[in-house]
């Protein structure tokens, strides 16, 4: 008697999996898009809106205006013109995406460049607002919360990192993270900029960043089940970052000792929000063709 022998038909993927990592990959970019923002308004209530906070800040300002010698190393950064680096910088975004044959990550990059700057300007000039200190000594009492300068250098960096190809992200914003950081502590060092400003730069450009990047993973599934490890990090390390650096600013006495220790903290804040950066968007496919590609390969 002849025994026939079926093969059982292969089981068909369905759209969970996909589904799980889309979704657990969002949710680590979320959470740090929440942490960013979070660390943001903290930085704005505890710096400029508590008396505590603008009295500190200032001596930083008096110290950097009547310094003579400690600024040399920070002189680049006065002579150079901003809007003619951000013009530069969304040419060079244009020809790497032409030469990649990458258009729609270019035009992504240059949205990514603009966006935070226009909040960043928005909000300064039209919502957050510095209370009036009395100083009698000569330090400006506009809002100057959060930098341009500094929110221009990270969004410089974010913008690059995104159009370069993606086994070279990391190394891009770890490299030109100490960028950010040297123009954070100049413009402290010229007196152009409080500590608290140039760490809402930071802060908001990474959040911006992030909203974004959340948008793209969730409608690109790119990436593995993330634990929850990673989610908790994006959601607490930035604001332990803000009250950190508050209390270290506190301690100082002096005038002298707030200055050098406003520049520390702006340099080392300025890396650590590129560090917490680099996790979150280290696999998000920005790149449309690259995320058709890995899900042909699923299938």
Same mark, same amino acid.
């Given at each position: 008697?002849?025994?026939i022998?079926?093969?059982?038909p292969? #089981?068909r993927r $369905? *759209?969970? %999996?996909?589904a799980t990592r889309a +979704?657990s990959r969002?949710? !680590?970019l979320a #959470?740090?898009a $929440? *942490?960013f %923002?979070?660390?943001?308004?903290? +930085?704005?209530?505890?710096? !400029?809106?508590?008396?505590?906070?603008? *009295?500190?800040?200032?001596?930083?300002?008096r110290s950097a205006q009547?310094?003579g010698?400690?600024?040399?190393?920070?002189?680049p950064l006065?002579?150079?013109?901003?809007?003619v680096?951000l013009?530069?910088v969304?040419?060079l975004l244009?020809?790497?995406?032409?030469?990649?044959?990458?258009?729609?990550?270019?035009v992504?990059?240059?949205v990514?460049l603009?966006?935070?700057l226009?909040v960043a300007?928005l909000?300064k000039?039209?919502?957050?607002e510095?209370p009036?200190?009395?100083?009698r000594?000569?330090?400006?009492?506009?809002?100057?919360f959060?930098?341009g300068?500094?929110s221009?250098?990270?969004?410089?960096?974010?913008?690059?990192?995104i159009v370069?190809?993606?086994r070279?992200?990391?190394?891009a914003l770890?490299?030109?993270g100490?960028?950010?950081?040297?123009v954070?502590a100049?413009a402290?060092a010229?007196?152009w900029?409080?500590?608290?400003d140039t760490?809402g730069?930071?802060?908001?450009v990474a959040a911006v960043?992030?909203?974004g990047a959340?948008v793209v993973s969730?409608r690109?599934p790119?990436?593995?089940?993330v634990?929850?490890?990673p989610?908790?990090?994006?959601?607490?390390?930035p604001?332990a970052?803000?009250l950190?650096?508050f209390?270290?600013l506190?301690?100082?006495t002096?005038g002298?000792?707030q200055?050098?220790?406003?520049?520390?903290?702006?340099?080392l804040?300025a890396m650590?929000v590129v560090?917490?950066?680099?996790?979150?968007l280290?696999r998000?496919t920005?790149?449309?063709?690259?995320?058709?590609?890995r899900?042909?390969r699923r299938?």
């Amino acid at each position: 008697m002849a025994v026939i022998f079926f093969e059982a038909p292969p #089981a068909r993927r $369905t *759209g969970t %999996a996909p589904a799980t990592r889309a +979704a657990s990959r969002t949710a !680590v970019l979320a #959470a740090s898009a $929440t *942490g960013f %923002a979070l660390a943001f308004v903290a +930085a704005y209530l505890l710096f !400029v809106r508590t008396q505590a906070g603008r *009295g500190v800040e200032n001596g930083v300002v008096r110290s950097a205006q009547s310094s003579g010698t400690t600024v040399d190393w920070a002189a680049p950064l006065r002579e150079t013109d901003l809007v003619v680096t951000l013009g530069g910088v969304a040419v060079l975004l244009v020809v790497i995406s032409v030469v990649r044959r990458r258009l729609a990550l270019g035009v992504l990059a240059l949205v990514l460049l603009a966006a935070p700057l226009v909040v960043a300007q928005l909000l300064k000039l039209y919502v957050l607002e510095r209370p009036s200190t009395g100083d009698r000594l000569g330090v400006a009492g506009h809002n100057s919360f959060p930098s341009g300068h500094v929110s221009a250098a990270m969004a410089v960096l974010v913008a690059l990192a995104i159009v370069l190809p993606r086994r070279f992200r990391r190394t891009a914003l770890v490299a030109g993270g100490f960028g950010v950081a040297w123009v954070s502590a100049a413009a402290v060092a010229l007196g152009w900029h409080r500590l608290s400003d140039t760490v809402g730069g930071c802060l908001l450009v990474a959040a911006v960043t992030c909203v974004g990047a959340a948008v793209v993973s969730a409608r690109r599934p790119d990436g593995d089940r993330v634990p929850p490890v990673p989610v908790l990090t994006g959601l607490l390390a930035p604001p332990a970052l803000v009250l950190a650096g508050f209390a270290v600013l506190a301690t100082a006495t002096s005038g002298a000792a707030q200055f050098v220790a406003a520049m520390v903290l702006a340099a080392l804040s300025a890396m650590a929000v590129v560090l917490l950066l680099v996790g979150p968007l280290r696999r998000v496919t920005f790149d449309p063709a690259e995320g058709r590609v890995r899900r042909l390969r699923r299938r």
